[in-house]
Structure formats: structure tokens, C-alpha cells
């Protein structure tokens, strides 16, 4: 079955220090979305990416899919103490209607 | 607009006791999930609904899980019996057309 892997599974930064986890499946997905999930809270939607190659831009958050449509990547710049949390990517299937959750990177961010 | 329900929130109970919990997903959502996260990893998915149907239940114990989507709207998970292993947290997650999931606050159980 469809396997998607995050690495690293920890990172812990000082703040004002840039962030990147990034995600790879075993299998060519679809789509792949990102979720962020504070300490004892529940997974919240960030983006979803489509395209082969594709980049996305929320404020100081960078995500990228890559031309194989296998892995993708999130970039924090200059990481703030807002930015904890563990964040997820989940690998889409055409008409699938499911997505497969890596099992996340928590960041840590030392003011 | 209001988001997810889940109840209860917390529920601590012995081994080879039943339970139960119950998801109202976002109103017109058609799309229902069940998923449980264990310390440490991602939501692994137990159950997919489209409107009443289960249309991949492939991951969900049947021989001690069951779940229902009476009417299309809510949706029930029960384990009978529980295990120590079941302790995680029970999320329910809806959508609509689009794939933007929208996650509960989730059901932390404890089985002693």
C-alpha cells in the first residue's frame, strides 16, 4: 500500500532560524495537502498542491511538490514561537477520496 | 459556521469494555472520516463515508470495530471489546467537494 515518510521527525530551532520537512511516497500521488497540529490539538488544513513542480507561498510558509509528483516540501523562514506544532503532509489519490498522513515533523521553536 | 463535533472528548475505560463515539460533521458535508492517532504518528484512516455509504473500511478491526453513518449526518464508532492497544486519539474529519479535511477536536481514550 501507499507509504508517505517524513523526515526528520523532530527539528528544534531557534527562533528567527528557517524550518524545512519534507515528505516522499512510495507511489505517485494525485495531490498532496499539509495540516498543522498544535499540541493537543487537532489536525488543521494549511494548503493543497496539484501540479507537477508546483510552489505555494502563505506569508513566510513555502510549499513545493516536486516534478515527480513523489515528494513535496515545507519551508518555514525565519520561524516564529506561533510556528510549534507538529506538521503533517497527507498524499492524495485521483478520485480516491483519501489521503495517506505521513507521520508528521514536530518543530520546536527556543525563543 | 460551526465546526466538527465530537463526543466525548475524553473517555477512560477497562479492557474488554465497550465504548462509543459520536461525530456531527459540518453541515453539507458528504464526506466522513474516522481516523485514529496514535502518540506520535499521523491520523491513520479506519473509515470513509460518502453520504451513508462506507465506501473504504479496508483498515477498520471488524472483528471488534463497527460504525454507522445512519442518514448521511452523523456518524457513531464503537469498539466492543476494547484492548489496551485501542488507547489513541479518535478523530473525525469531514469535507465537501473540495479535499480540505476539517478535523474534530478528537476522543483521547484510555483502556486500563
Known amino acids: 500500500g501507499q507509504q508517505v515518510m517524513q523526515i526528520p521527525q523532530y527539528q528544534h530551532v531557534q527562533e528567527g532560524e528557517d524550518f524545512t520537512t519534507y515528505c516522499n511516497s512510495s507511489?505517485?500521488?494525485?495531490?498532496i495537502q499539509w495540516y498543522k497540529q498544535r499540541p493537543g490539538g487537532h489536525p488543521v488544513f494549511l494548503i493543497q498542491?496539484?501540479?507537477?513542480?508546483e510552489v505555494k507561498k502563505q506569508k513566510r510558509l513555502t510549499f513545493q511538490f516536486g516534478e515527480a509528483k513523489k515528494n513535496s516540501s515545507l519551508h518555514i523562514t525565519a520561524t516564529q514561537t506561533t510556528d510549534v506544532g507538529t506538521y503533517f503532509c497527507?498524499?492524495?489519490?485521483?478520485?480516491?477520496?483519501?489521503?495517506?498522513f505521513g507521520d508528521g515533523t514536530t518543530l520546536t521553536v527556543k525563543p | 459556521e460551526a465546526g466538527v463535533v465530537q463526543s466525548p472528548r475524553y473517555k477512560i475505560i477497562e479492557k474488554k469494555q465497550p465504548v462509543a463515539f459520536w461525530c456531527n460533521p459540518i453541515?453539507?458535508?458528504?464526506?466522513l472520516y474516522w481516523y485514529r492517532q496514535n502518540l506520535g504518528q499521523g491520523p491513520e484512516l479506519l473509515i470513509r463515508?460518502?453520504?451513508?455509504?462506507?465506501?473504504?473500511d479496508s483498515q477498520l478491526p471488524k472483528d471488534r470495530f463497527s460504525a454507522e453513518r445512519l442518514k448521511g449526518v452523523d456518524s457513531t464508532l464503537k469498539i466492543q471489546p476494547a484492548e489496551l492497544g485501542d488507547s489513541a486519539v479518535y478523530l473525525c474529519?469531514?469535507?465537501?467537494?473540495?479535499?480540505?479535511?476539517?478535523f474534530g477536536p478528537g476522543t483521547r481514550l484510555t483502556v486500563t
Open positions: 474529519a469531514s469535507r465537501d467537494s473540495s479535499y480540505e479535511q476539517y
Open positions: 507511489t505517485t500521488l494525485s495531490n
Open positions: 498542491l496539484v501540479k507537477s513542480g
Open positions: 463515508y460518502e453520504n451513508e455509504e462506507a465506501v473504504d
Open positions: 497527507a498524499g492524495g489519490h485521483t478520485n480516491a477520496g483519501k489521503s495517506t
Open positions: 453541515s453539507g458535508h458528504n464526506t
